[in-house]
């Protein structure tokens, strides 16, 4: 990301510094105003929300929308997803939405949610028992990595033989190979292909999983579309599994590069819940909200930024602002992160919060009781993070215990 040209705006932004300390750059940003053009993540013109009650503000307001249809001529137009896996609630505006969002909360309920808390817990000391006698390990390819998937195949109902390809596939897009771009395409294929035989499944044999539950749910003689639940499916496989890897690494990293308060969390437990709002805030997993589009011109933070622009609301650079968060760049457990907007807020605050919460805090639980010796088994300026500006994560954490 590139920060130029309009007022006020700062010099332009090594995207490599950007990369490597987020925050930095962002409270640089921050502090200039609260409001900037900028090269976006595709290169096209955009403009950047730094400060924490804009971007709060923002995120509810209806006039900035999803829906890439009130882009610009010329701008954005996002990725190339066939429609089946493209009508999902992060494109979507009232009415489609709030009708979408109604039918998948009739079957994604606090009840499933709580179903799968075994289920995480045994996944979590499964792997950690597959690592113990090992001593060291990278603790995102065998553990923050393979624990979501497999509670996403809980959640979904996909078959224990199925699982192996559905993560390979999921692979291939959350982490694709730039030597290979065409894996990116076929897995795309291939997971058309896969939800269309599971839906097919699930209609002739239902069980008690999520894809039984979004085919069934009706709203009098309302239902979701085949396209709707293919890219609902898609979604909660993408976003389900993304983001909590990254959470779960981030906030093993924030800890153990700070021994006073991994030391306050193995003294306390009845930490555990509140430590997850506090690291999804101090480095969650997506440093931007999706992209909003304002339907109108719309003055924020004394900026009017006009119909159809490109709008990149930074959480990062909000959940690091002090005006909201006394001394937000240091860690505190005990600090009440609520209002953190690692989740989202308004009517598009994420569906699957709960479940990621929930993950959160039972693989940080799980991995401290197991290892009390844990400690980073690499340099600190040896950290490699996804060359990415929509997420922010690790490629690999090494630990020894």
């Not at 290169?43 to 009130?70: C, I, M």
């Not at 085949?226 to 924030?254: K, P, R």
Request: aromatic share 6%; charged share 25%.
């Amino acid at each position: 990301m590139d920060a130029r040209t309009t007022p006020p705006g700062p010099a332009a932004v090594d995207p490599v510094e950007l990369l490597a300390d987020p925050y930095a750059v962002y409270a640089r940003l921050r502090e200039a105003g609260p409001v900037h053009r900028v090269a976006g993540t595709d290169g096209l013109p955009a403009w950047l929300v730094t400060r924490y009650e804009d971007v709060r503000q923002a995120l509810a307001d209806p006039r900035f929308s999803l829906d890439k249809a009130h882009a610009k001529p010329g701008g954005y137009r996002g990725f190339a997803l066939p429609p089946a896996l493209d009508a999902n609630l992060l494109n979507m505006d009232p009415p489609d939405h709030t009708r979408v969002r109604r039918l998948v909360s009739q079957a994604f309920t606090p009840r499933r949610v709580a179903l799968l808390r075994e289920p995480v817990r045994r996944t979590a000391d499964s792997l950690l028992d597959a690592i113990a006698p090992l001593g060291r390990a990278d603790l995102i390819a065998a553990y923050a990595g393979p624990l979501p998937i497999v509670v996403i195949c809980e959640l979904l109902g996909v078959a224990e033989e199925d699982r192996p390809d559905f993560r390979s596939w999921t692979d291939a897009l959350v982490v694709p190979d730039p030597a290979r771009p065409e894996r990116t395409k076929e897995a795309v294929g291939a997971l058309l292909g896969f939800f269309a035989r599971l839906l097919a499944r699930k209609r002739a044999e239902p069980a008690d999983d999520l894809v039984s539950a979004m085919i069934a749910v009706r709203d009098e003689e309302d239902r979701l579309s085949e396209d709707e639940l293919m890219s609902l499916v898609f979604l909660i496989l993408f976003a389900g599994y993304e983001n909590v890897v990254h959470l779960i690494g981030n906030a093993t990293l924030a800890l153990l590069r700070d021994p006073a308060q991994l030391a306050a969390l193995r003294a306390d437990r009845t930490l555990l819940g509140p430590a997850v709002e506090e690291l999804a805030r101090y480095d969650g997993p997506a440093p931007l909200a999706i992209r909003r589009f304002p339907t109108e011109d719309v003055t924020l933070g004394g900026v009017t930024v006009p119909a159809g622009e490109t709008v990149l609301l930074s959480l990062a650079a909000a959940h690091r602002d002090p005006r909201r968060f006394p001394d937000p760049d240091r860690l505190d457990l005990g600090r009440d992160a609520t209002g953190h907007l690692a989740l989202g807020h308004g009517i598009h605050y994420c569906l699957g919060a709960p479940l990621a919460r929930l993950e959160t805090e039972i693989a940080l639980g799980a991995l401290l009781d197991r290892f009390p010796g844990l400690e980073l088994d690499m340099p600190v300026d040896q950290l490699s993070w996804r060359p990415s500006m929509r997420t922010r994560g690790l490629l690999a954490l090494h630990v020894r215990y």
